[in-house]
Structures are given as C-alpha cells and as structure tokens.
C-alpha cells in the first residue's frame, strides 16, 4: 500500500492550504463571484459612468449613486473597459474629471484561473474605492451649471476609441441641462421645438450610434419632468442612441448588464 511520507504529507498539506487561501482571498475582496468559464464569441463592454455633482442633486441621491455603481461594476468582465466622468459645467473647454481602467485580461482565455478570480476581485474593489470620489458630497463646490450637452461630446469620443466593443453609458444625474445656452431647471430656458432638428443638421451633436443610455436620477413624476424627457429621448434617437423607456428612471433597484437587451 501506498503511504505518503511526513515530507511529502507536508508537501501535500501546503498546497491544500496555499489554494484555500486563494479562495478564501477571493472572497474578502468585496465578496465577489468567481468569473464565469470563458464565453465564445463574447463582445467586451465599455461602461462609462456620469456623474452629476452639482448643487441640485442631493446627499442620499449621491448615496443612491454609489450603491447602483458599486452593484452594476459586478457585472464587468475580463477584459472590459470601465470609464468615469463628472458632467462638465459650462462648456467643452473645461478640463474634464475623467477615471478610465481595465478589467485585466485572463491569464489564459480557454479556461478558468482561481488567480483570475483574485484578480478580477482586487480590481473591482479597487474600482469601488476609487469611484466614491464620483459620489461624495463632502468635498462638493457651488457649480457654474451643469452641461450634460458638452459632456457628451466627450462620451462620443470614448466610443469611437472602443469601436469593437458594445458602449454602455449610465448617466447619474437629473438630467437638467444648466448653462448659459439652456437651462432646465423650472423649465427657465428651454429649447425650441426644433433645436435637435437643427443642431443634426449643422453636424454639431455627438455620434452616439449603437450606444445604450441609462438614465438614473431623473424626475417623472410632474408635467416639468416629461417634457424634459420628451427633450432627452428625441436626442438620443437622432444621435443614434437607445434609450428604452424603463432604462429612465430616479432610483433604479439595479441596473441590468445588458439594459438594452
């Protein structure tokens, strides 16, 4: 009969060990799920998240904030994009607040890794860490405006940078654009019936072809707050972005990995 030595039973026992710390370490890194066996064919999501700090937007909305972003980064894959930025204030000219990182790609594509698994756990709590700056009102200043229109420019840009993967945009915010140009807080200033119309037709709206948008944080609830969506859902149609009535919403309960379908 076979019998394992006292030198290699510690070998053995070692290893046991070394693996249940693997797992174990996996699971104290924000208490994620191991990653999924690799998916054939599967396109890689850029998820840009924007954030609206401005004066209007409450603590427990900003809270509210933090909790769907913690919940929808666990979602990402191997390999996907992850972008952030503040909404602008008043004009593309400002110097953007913008995060952007990967989720690492797997050591090997064909199979599963625990230290994938590791891997992909460090780095959503990293993430998680760092996107709190987004959400925290602490630190918060009197804004000049709030322009969800320039920001979006800047979200077109992304895009183009990731053409093969599929763009999910998750806009954080009241959606009342607040500058100089429009501002739609009480209905103030409001555009023209015809200013969408226009503007594609000078060529000065973003290309947002293929996007999925997801709106959280925006009021529906008065007669104010639908015309301001009627606004929203006719620009991203003539951008060429989806924005599916559920995906507008104040407080979502989660936000779905693939929103659009």
């Not at 979602?75 to 995060?99: M, N, Y």
């Not at 895009?159 to 429009?182: I, K």
Request: proline share 5%.
């Amino acid at each position: 009969m076979y019998t394992l030595t006292d030198s290699k039973a510690s070998i053995v026992a070692t290893r046991l060990l070394s693996l249940l710390a693997l797992v174990l370490l996996a699971g104290a890194c924000g208490g994620d799920p191991p990653p999924a066996p690799p998916e054939e064919g599967r396109q890689g999501e850029l998820l840009i998240l924007v954030y609206d700090r401005s004066s209007s937007i409450s603590e427990h909305e900003l809270e509210h904030y933090q909790e769907a972003t913690r919940s929808r980064l666990n979602d990402l894959h191997h390999g996907d994009h992850l972008v952030a930025f503040e909404i602008l204030e008043q004009s593309l000219a400002e110097s953007p607040t913008r995060w952007a990182s990967s989720v690492p790609e797997r050591e090997f594509s064909d199979r599963v890794m625990q230290r994938d698994s590791v891997t992909r756990a460090r780095y959503l709590q990293d993430a998680r860490d760092y996107l709190t700056r987004f959400t925290n009102s602490e630190d918060r200043e009197p804004a000049m405006g709030t322009d969800i229109l320039s920001t979006l420019h800047l979200v077109a840009n992304e895009v183009a940078g990731y053409p093969e993967h599929r763009a999910t945009v998750v806009l954080f915010s009241d959606m009342l654009q607040a500058n100089e140009v429009m501002n739609m807080e009480g209905l103030v200033r409001m555009p023209s019936a015809n200013w969408i119309q226009n503007e594609a037709n000078a060529g000065t709206l973003p290309d947002l072809s293929g996007v999925c948008v997801v709106v959280v944080g925006a009021r529906v609830d008065t007669q104010a707050s639908q015309r301001v969506r009627a606004f929203w859902e006719e620009y991203f149609e003539t951008t060429g972005a989806t924005l599916l009535d559920r995906n507008y919403q104040y407080r979502a309960v989660r936000i779905p990995a693939r929103p659009c379908g």
